[in-house]
């Protein structure tokens, strides 16, 4: 990557370039249509250099990919209540609704070495459901997000030597061996789409219908 202080460099941009080429060329991820992804970046509360989360992938449906998720909540003024919920929609520039955000934590994610940045990408990438539904993918037992640990980490450093492999072009990923100081030396700007944090909202009984045809089979 040649110096280009006259450049504006957008982050998130690059990291789903990088995603979409990963999807095109791995059999392991090419469920994932890239479209329906964002790629954003949020401001890590604790600022130490490696202390918490280096990424995210935020799924926005839930278990099986439903839309929505019922509750029954009960209390002594008035008894049970059945709460419908889902998630607050991002949209795409289709106006589809976005199936998950992938977040990086800055500016922690900046300052890692390429090898790790690389390896976070493919641990988020697999946590993406192989329905590709908006639910993870989840792992018989209690630890339903990774499984074993171990196996998982392992499984993303292998997919990250894997891509390698295929000879990727050096300028669609050399950005990720820069950290903070070098982006802002090399470009003018750099700049990136902030996430906005994802909450679960209460629903009427309609809507959720309308969403999810499937939950009238839960109240018979």
């Given at each position: ?10 982050y ?32 890590a ?45 991002v ?51 209690r ?11 392992a ?13 990727p ?5 050399g ?18 789409w ?13 809507f ?13």
């Open positions: 990557m040649a110096s280009n202080q006259s450049e504006v460099f957008n998130t941009d690059a990291i789903k370039a990088v995603c979409a080429d990963i999807c095109r060329k791995m059999p392991e991820f090419q469920h994932i249509d890239v479209g329906r992804v964002a790629f954003g970046i949020a401001v509360k604790n600022r130490a250099e490696r202390a918490g989360e280096w990424a995210d992938v935020t799924p926005m449906r839930f278990k099986d990919g439903w839309n929505v998720i019922v509750r029954k909540t009960s209390s002594p003024l008035w008894g049970t209540k059945t709460r419908y919920l889902t998630t607050q929609q949209l795409d520039a289709e106006k589809r609704p976005f199936l998950y955000i992938m977040t990086v934590m800055v500016p922690r994610f900046y300052n890692l070495t390429a090898k790790e940045k690389l390896r976070t990408i493919m641990h988020e990438l697999y946590h993406i459901s192989p329905n590709f539904d908006g639910d993870v993918r989840r792992f018989p037992g630890n339903w997000q990774h499984g074993s640990k171990q196996a998982y980490n499984r993303a450093e292998a997919l990250a030597q894997k891509w390698l492999e295929t000879e072009d050096p300028t669609l990923y950005f990720l061996a820069l950290n903070q100081e070098q982006l802002c030396e090399r470009f003018k700007r750099v700049v990136a902030k996430c906005p944090r994802i909450k679960i909202v209460e629903i009427t009984r309609a959720a219908l309308e969403l999810e045809p499937r939950i009238a089979e839960l109240e018979k």
